[in-house]
């Protein structure tokens, strides 16, 4: 089993920078894939970024392509995400997912990730 810990979100204005950060426990992040999902209200989940268990692939939906950044780190068991240039359209409760296996790509689809955590509020004022 995986648990997963959000933190980072807050209000920012459009422009702003936020980093999230999610907090695993139970296994190695080095041992599956983590995701990062969004969902505002009113709105289904929405992919956001994903990374692979070795680091070496991953994925961006195109709305924050360019702006945020996927990243992790082995000895904090922590994957992060660094979003910069925010937009209003950015506003949502982001969660962070894992995914049950090893993959070579890393996995967009919500259907592929077995744990997620409560989610931290991103706000992004006009």
């Known amino acids: 089993q995986v648990q997963l810990v959000e933190s980072g979100g807050g209000l920012v204005q459009a422009g702003g920078s936020l980093s999230l950060s999610c907090a695993a426990s139970g296994r190695s992040i080095s041992s599956y894939g983590l995701g990062w999902f969004r969902q505002a209200p009113g709105k289904g989940r929405e992919f956001v970024a994903a990374i692979n268990w070795s680091g070496r692939s991953t994925s961006y939906a195109d709305s924050v392509k360019g702006r945020f950044t996927i990243s992790k780190n082995y000895v904090k068991n922590t994957m992060y995400l660094r979003m910069n240039d925010l937009k209003p359209e950015d506003t949502a409760l982001y969660y962070c997912?894992?995914?049950?296996?090893?993959?070579?790509?890393?996995?967009?689809?919500?259907?592929?990730?077995?744990?997620w955590g409560q989610g931290t509020q991103v706000t992004v004022s006009s």
């Open positions: 997912a894992a995914d049950t296996r090893r993959t070579v790509v890393a996995e967009n689809s919500p259907s592929e990730y077995a744990y």
